[in-house]
C-alpha cells in the first residue's frame, strides 16, 4: 500500500471537521451551564484541531509532491473535483487556524466562525469522496466511498473532542455537564458508525453494470482483507462499549482514562477501515 500520505491526510482532516462539529455542539452545553466562560475549555481541543489540519496539509504535499503542485492542478476547478477538493480543503485549513488563532488572542470562542468552518468542512469531505467515487476503481466508485468518510468525521471527531474536554470539566467539578458531552460524542459516534454500516450495506450495490469485470476484482481483494476488516469491526466495537459505558454510567463513572482509551481504540480501528479502503485501489 503507497498511500500512506492519503490515509493520513483524510482521516486527520476529517477527523478536524467532525471535532469543529463537536465543538460548536459542546460549546452550546457549556455555555447552558451558565458557570464557565468556555473558552477556558475549549481552547486546548480547538488548538488540537487546527494541529490536525496542519498535519492533513503537510501529508498532502507529501502526496503531491510540492505546493507548487498543488497550484498547478487548482487551475482546473471548472472540471475537476481535485482541484475543487484543493481549494475547499485550503478554506478548511484557514478558517479552522483562524478560529483557533482569534480564540486564543481573544479569549473567547466564537460559534459563528466555527459553524461556518464546519460548512466548509462537510463540503471538503463531499469534494474528497467525489475524487473516488469518479474513479474507474470498483472499490471506490460506491455510495460507501461518502459514508465511509463522513462517517470518520462524526466518529473519531467526537471522541477526540470529548476526551479533551471532559478533563477540564472534571477539573473544574462540571461533572453534570462532562456527562452530556461524553452522551453527545455516543450518539454522534453511533451515527457515524450507522451510516457506514449503511454504505457496507449497500456496496456493491450502487456499483454499475459497467463495472462488473472490476467489481469481480474488488470483491477479490476484499476476500483477502476479510480478516482485518473483522478486526476492525471488533476494535471498533469495543470503543464504542468503553464510550457507551462512560455515556450511561454514574456522573463519578465519567472516567479521563476511559475517554482516551476509547479515543486510542476507535482511532486505530478506523485507520484500519481506511487502509483497506486504499489497498481496494491499489
Not at 53 to 80: D, E, K, Q
Not at 257 to 276: D, K, T
Request: hydrophobic fraction near 55%; glycine fraction near 8%.
Amino acid at each position: 500500500m503507497h498511500e500512506w500520505a492519503l490515509l493520513i491526510f483524510t482521516i486527520c482532516v476529517q477527523t478536524a471537521i467532525g471535532g469543529m462539529l463537536m465543538l460548536w455542539l459542546f460549546q452550546r452545553e457549556i455555555s447552558k451551564a451558565g458557570k464557565e466562560d468556555s473558552f477556558a475549555i475549549l481552547k486546548i481541543p480547538l488548538i488540537i484541531i487546527a494541529a490536525l489540519s496542519l498535519v492533513g496539509l503537510i501529508a498532502s504535499f507529501a502526496h503531491l509532491g510540492t505546493p507548487g503542485n498543488a497550484l498547478n492542478t487548482i487551475r482546473n476547478i471548472g472540471t475537476s473535483w481535485m482541484s475543487r477538493e484543493i481549494l475547499v480543503t485550503g478554506a478548511f485549513i484557514g478558517s479552522a487556524c483562524i478560529t483557533a488563532g482569534l480564540s486564543i488572542v481573544q479569549k473567547k470562542v466564537n460559534p459563528l466562525l466555527m459553524i461556518a468552518t464546519v460548512i466548509i468542512g462537510f463540503v471538503d469531505i463531499f469534494c474528497m469522496a467525489m475524487i473516488y467515487s469518479n474513479s474507474l476503481i470498483s472499490g471506490w466508485n460506491s455510495i460507501n466511498t461518502f459514508t465511509s468518510f463522513y462517517g470518520t468525521a462524526f466518529i473519531i471527531g467526537a471522541v477526540l473532542v470529548a476526551s479533551f474536554t471532559v478533563p477540564a470539566l472534571r477539573a473544574k467539578n462540571m461533572d453534570d455537564t462532562a456527562k452530556k458531552i461524553v452522551q453527545l460524542s455516543f450518539y454522534f459516534a453511533l451515527f457515524g458508525i450507522a451510516i457506514q454500516l449503511i454504505g457496507v450495506a449497500l456496496f456493491p450495490a450502487s456499483l454499475t453494470d459497467v463495472n462488473m469485470i472490476a467489481t469481480s476484482a474488488a470483491h477479490s481483494s476484499l476476500e483477502a482483507y476479510q480478516g482485518t476488516i473483522a478486526l476492525r469491526w471488533g476494535i471498533e466495537i469495543l470503543g464504542l462499549i468503553l464510550l457507551g459505558y462512560m455515556a450511561l454510567s454514574a456522573v463519578k463513572k465519567t472516567s479521563i482514562a476511559m475517554a482516551f482509551a476509547a479515543l486510542i481504540v476507535i482511532s486505530f480501528a478506523e485507520g484500519l477501515s481506511r487502509y483497506v479502503f486504499y489497498v481496494l485501489g491499489s
